[in-house]
């Protein structure tokens, strides 16, 4: 929870506002996902992260509880030296640039430290989405020099 913001982990109840949500290419334009053409297509996506070993939030407004975006981990491996998770996010485009996805990843990234255990939280972004590379820097993580299959990629270890 933050101070504008409450995160639920979202369920098949909750398609048709991700069927809004996805469906609008400003939303999906840096994602590797198409705009959702069908309630069916917002579903999936939600069975996705519900059978996942990761958790996907749904992300609201406290004052009306509208609903604001996404935000939560996927891709979950323990490898050698660490147990990582990447993490995904999205804002409605009514609500970027009013620092809520920041507020929101916070308190996703402290969860993902202190609850699941992990070592390093990671993020991949397109060169060309400079608002997420603005949140991956706030967010103090660190980026790889070289691009991997046209990806940037971001890491934040456990302090």
């Not at 706030?138 to 940037?152: P, V």
Request: charged share 30%.
């Amino acid at each position: 929870m933050t101070e504008r913001i409450s995160l639920r982990l979202l369920t098949l109840e909750d398609a048709e506002e991700v069927y809004r949500h996805f469906s609008d290419h400003e939303v999906t334009k840096y994602m590797d996902i198409e705009p959702c053409k069908s309630r069916k297509e917002a579903e999936e996506i939600i069975r996705y992260h519900l059978e996942d070993a990761g958790c996907r939030w749904g992300l609201y407004d406290k004052q009306n509880q509208s609903f604001l975006g996404t935000c939560g981990f996927h891709y979950l491996r323990d490898t050698d030296h660490s147990f990582m998770a990447e993490i995904g996010f999205d804002l409605t485009k009514h609500h970027w640039g009013k620092g809520l996805m920041s507020e929101a990843m916070q308190a996703v990234i402290e969860y993902g430290f202190t609850i699941m255990k992990l070592d390093v939280i990671d993020a991949t972004v397109e060169p060309a989405n400079e608002r997420s590379i603005r949140l991956m820097k706030q967010l103090g993580f660190q980026r790889e020099r070289e691009l991997r299959e046209e990806l940037i990629y971001y890491y934040l270890n456990r302090p």
